[in-house]
């Protein structure tokens, strides 16, 4: 017999004769939530309000080729239409991913002295596997991660904690170089840090570490017993290949994760399917526990989707695949060097040099130009319900900039602050296709600037 509850479905909760449904015994709420944030996302709630009252938007805010209107090429889709004929495809695949992949994977992306395809696992996309890296580690054990940062990896690592995310700064007055002092200083300085994590080529600012740097924080990490977490995501993203260092060649001994996926290169971010590779597992011992308490929770889960992991070697190795990459990163680079020479001269608005990807940040001086008045919006009840927003006395300026622009300007781009950084910004995409319509945006971006700066 099914235990009575007390209540039933056709039962008001306060109904005669029921038990008056009181407060959660426990608080459920996990420690921490208050970090739970993904601007790239949340800014789109807020465009869409804008949207509704009547103002058309342009949508400069996520890193997603396709939504931007980037067209797949035909051969692709039939990779895919081949694959989809294949009832294999339809089937679980071994939890650390089909084997195929794996061993592509180590062929074209790895480096077999540090990793065998058993140190491969793929994820449900790379969003899956930083849930997973963050959730595993112990409570006490923190990784620090580069401000600005991808607010994924910020977001996780905090909430694994239940605590601010711990930074080290990337110098925007120098294009965005690691801060190696910082950085060396706060891991000595406290001993719960026990991971490294860059983002190379990086999330928001679109720049390739250099070597020399690279090689640094390897040194420190050494020298502190961290291990390394490399999000190299982006890694065939850049405009000159020749600069881009990855984890596999400067790593040596250290134990270290490479994070890899498919959203962004092929691009197919709709497929979820991402991919680690973990190097000198064997370094540690208690490095390897942890390896595998990720393994197992992925294990919980069965497997991660089948049908992108057999399609991507065949869409990687296809003969039409790297004319297909080098126009795209044409594209950006063309987009690049437009949106500088429109910003150029623009007191107020300093770009932040990209050497691929597809985004640019622009600091905003805020220093100098401290002082800002409201853009006329489109109408008065995107005014009132602006107003609404920027009533909070500690609301960020680049995002009041960003809620101005999308009000007045019809652009919506990504606050700096979003991702963790204590400068004021924002993030563009260079992902418009129409180019006309992205000179357009620049120019919208520029003047809404200049105006809500008095620059
Ligand atoms: C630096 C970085 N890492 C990871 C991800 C997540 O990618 P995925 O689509 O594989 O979850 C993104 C997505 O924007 C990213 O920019």
Known sequence: ?????????????DGPGCARLGPMRKNLIKKGDEHL??????????????????????????????????????????????AVRDDRTYAYSPTKGDLTARRFVLDYFSNDHLCTEEEIIFFNGLGDAINKIFSNLSTSARVIGPNPTYPSHAT?????????????????????????????????????????????????????????DLVEVVRIARENSCFLLFDEIYQHLVFDPSKIVRLSEIIGDVPGISMKGV??????????????????????????????????????????????????PKIVTHPEFQAFLATRLDKYRRRAAT???????????????????FYLTVVIDTVTFPNTVDLAARNDDVRNY???????????????FAYELMGAEGVCV?????????VDGFRMTLLEEDE????????????GAQAYFRA
Request: with cysteine; proline share 7%; hydrophobic share 40%.
């Open 386 to 400: 602006l107003d609404k927003l920027e009533g909070d006395p500690t609301l960020r300026t680049d995002k009041r």
């Open 339 to 357: 949106a500088l020479a429109i910003f150029d001269g623009c007191a107020v608005l300093k770009p932040i040099v990209p050497d691929g990807v």
């Open 37 to 82: 944030r993904y601007e790239i996302r949340e800014i789109v709630e807020i465009a869409n309000e804008i949207v509704a009252m009547g103002v058309p938007m342009i949508w400069e805010n996520i890193g997603d080729p396709v939504a931007k209107g980037e067209r797949l090429p035909v051969w692709m889709k039939h990779v895919v239409e081949e």
């Open 436 to 447: 006309a319509l992205f000179e357009e945006t620049c120019r919208r971006i520029r003047r």
């Open 156 to 212: 996780a690592e905090a909430m694994h904690f239940g605590g601010d995310h711990i930074t080290y700064p990337l110098m925007l007055d120098q294009n965005g170089r690691i801060d190696l002092a910082t950085l060396e200083a706060t891991v000595k300085g406290n001993e719960d840090i026990v991971g490294i994590l860059v983002i190379n080529p990086n999330n928001p600012l679109g720049v390739v570490h250099s070597r020399e």
């Open 263 to 312: 959203s962004k290169e092929i691009p197919w971010p709709g497929s979820r399917c991402g991919w680690i590779e973990i190097y000198n597992i064997n370094a540690d011992e208690n490095f390897r526990g942890y390896i595998h308490t990720i393994f197992v929770s992925k294990m919980l889960e069965v497997c991660s989707t089948t049908l992108p992991q057999v399609v991507f």
């Open 414 to 422: 990504v606050p700096l602050s979003g991702f963790s950084s204590p």
């Open 1 to 13: 017999m099914r235990p009575s509850t007390g209540l039933s479905a056709n039962v008001p909760a």
